[in-house]
C-alpha cells in the first residue's frame, strides 16, 4: 500500500486522530502549522485532514493546500471529521457540507489527483454550545468510526478511487442546501466568535492558550496577564479544551446581547420586523462591515471592559459554559497538536 504524508488542521485533536487511522504506523502525519509542513515525499499520497467548521472547510484550509507546491499529478485524498453524537446505539450522521469538496477542489487546482474524499463522525467538540460528551459516548463514536476510515484508507491506497458514496451524496446534498449558512459563516461569522471567548478569574496567566492557538488569535494583554481573542479565532476550541485552570468561558449572554443589539435598527421599522428575513439579512450585511471596518476599535473598549472584576463576574455568572465538561480527543496530546510548545522546551 502507498504510504501517506498527512496534513492536520485540528483543534482538539478529532482530525488527528482520523489522519492517523488513515496513515497507519508508517505515515507522516504532521500539522499544518508546522513550518516543515509542505515537505512531501514524492512518492506518498498527500492527505488532508480537515475539521468542519459552519458546514464547510476552514479558511486556514483552504489557504494552506492553495499555497502547496505543484503537485504534478501526485495523488491525494480528502478527510473531513464533524460533530458525532451518538444516540444509543445509533450514530445519526453530522455533516461536513461542502468541507470535502471545496479542498479536493482547491488540491485539484494545484495539480493533485484527488483519488476521493470522505467525512466521518468524531465526538462533538462545540464546548461553547454543550458539554463535552461522556467518555462512554466519546468511545462509542471513536470505535464506529475508525473502521469507516481504515476502509476508506486502504482502497485509496491501493490505487482505487472513493467518489460515488452514499457518504459524498449526504454531504453534497446537505452542502448546497446550508450554502448559505457556509457563505455568511465564512464571511461574517467566523470573524466574530472569538469575541465571544473570555477567561475568568481563575486564570492564572499562564500564556499556554496563546502559545497553543492554531492560528495565532490569543494575545495576553494587561497586568496581570489575561487572554485576549482577535478575529482571526476559529473556534477550535483547544484553548477551553486544555486550559490547566478551566478559566475560559465562551458567553452565552455576551452572544445574546450582540444579537439583539444587532437586530435594533431594523426592528424599528415596522415593516422589517425582527422576524422578517430582510432583517436578518440586513443585520449580516451590517456585522460584515462592522467586522471588516470597525470592530478593531471596538474590540479593545470590549476587553477594557471585560477587564473589570465585576463585568467579569457578570458574564461568568450568565453562561453554562463554566459548568460543561471540557472534551479533547483522548490520545490528544497539546505538544503534538502545537508544535510551538515543544518548542518552548
Not at 477567561?199 to 495576553?220: D, F, R, W, Y
Not at 455576551?254 to 444587532?262: E, F, P
Not at 463585568?311 to 455568572?317: G, H, K, S, T
Request: hydrophobic residues 50%; proline residues 8%.
Amino acid at each position: 500500500m502507498q504510504r501517506v504524508d498527512a496534513r492536520v488542521f485540528s483543534g482538539t485533536g478529532n482530525s488527528l486522530r482520523a489522519a492517523r487511522w488513515f496513515a497507519g504506523d508508517d505515515g507522516d502525519v504532521r500539522m499544518l502549522e508546522d513550518p516543515a509542513a509542505a515537505t512531501l515525499r514524492a512518492d506518498a499520497l498527500l492527505l488532508i485532514a480537515s475539521p468542519t467548521h459552519g458546514f464547510t472547510a476552514p479558511w486556514e484550509v483552504v489557504r494552506f493546500v492553495s499555497a502547496l507546491p505543484r503537485g504534478g499529478g501526485r495523488r491525494a485524498a480528502v478527510l473531513c471529521t464533524r460533530a458525532g453524537i451518538p444516540l444509543g446505539r445509533w450514530h445519526p450522521p453530522g455533516l461536513a457540507g461542502t468541507a470535502p469538496f471545496l479542498i479536493a477542489l482547491a488540491l485539484a487546482v494545484r495539480g493533485y489527483r484527488v483519488r476521493g474524499a470522505r467525512s466521518v463522525n468524531m465526538p462533538s467538540n462545540w464546548m461553547s454550545l454543550h458539554p463535552g460528551l461522556s467518555p462512554r459516548a466519546v468511545k462509542a463514536v471513536l470505535e464506529h468510526s475508525e473502521p469507516q476510515v481504515q476502509r476508506f484508507s486502504a482502497v485509496v491506497r491501493a490505487g482505487g478511487r472513493r467518489w460515488l458514496t452514499l457518504n459524498l451524496a449526504w454531504e453534497l446534498i446537505g452542502g448546497l442546501a446550508l450554502a448559505p449558512v457556509s457563505l455568511l459563516y465564512l464571511l461574517i461569522a467566523s470573524r466574530l466568535l472569538g469575541l465571544y471567548f473570555f477567561s475568568t478569574k481563575a486564570c492564572s496567566s499562564c500564556g499556554q492558550c496563546a502559545l497553543a492557538c492554531p492560528v495565532g488569535a490569543i494575545t495576553m494583554q494587561g497586568q496581570p496577564a489575561r487572554p485576549e481573542w482577535s478575529t482571526a479565532c476559529t473556534s477550535c476550541m483547544r484553548c477551553m479544551a486544555f486550559c490547566p485552570q478551566r478559566a475560559i468561558e465562551a458567553s452565552w449572554s455576551w452572544g445574546l446581547v450582540t444579537t439583539l443589539l444587532s437586530l435594533v435598527p431594523f426592528a424599528a421599522v415596522p415593516w422589517l420586523g425582527a422576524a422578517s428575513p430582510l432583517a436578518w439579512v440586513g443585520a449580516s450585511v451590517a456585522s460584515l462591515v462592522l467586522s471588516v471596518v470597525g470592530l478593531p476599535p471596538l474590540t479593545r473598549a470590549w476587553w477594557a471592559w471585560l477587564g473589570a472584576p465585576r463585568v467579569n463576574r457578570f458574564f461568568a455568572l450568565t453562561t453554562p459554559t463554566r459548568w460543561y465538561r471540557r472534551f479533547r480527543e483522548p490520545s490528544a496530546r497539546l505538544r503534538v497538536l502545537a508544535p510551538r510548545m515543544r518548542k518552548r522546551g
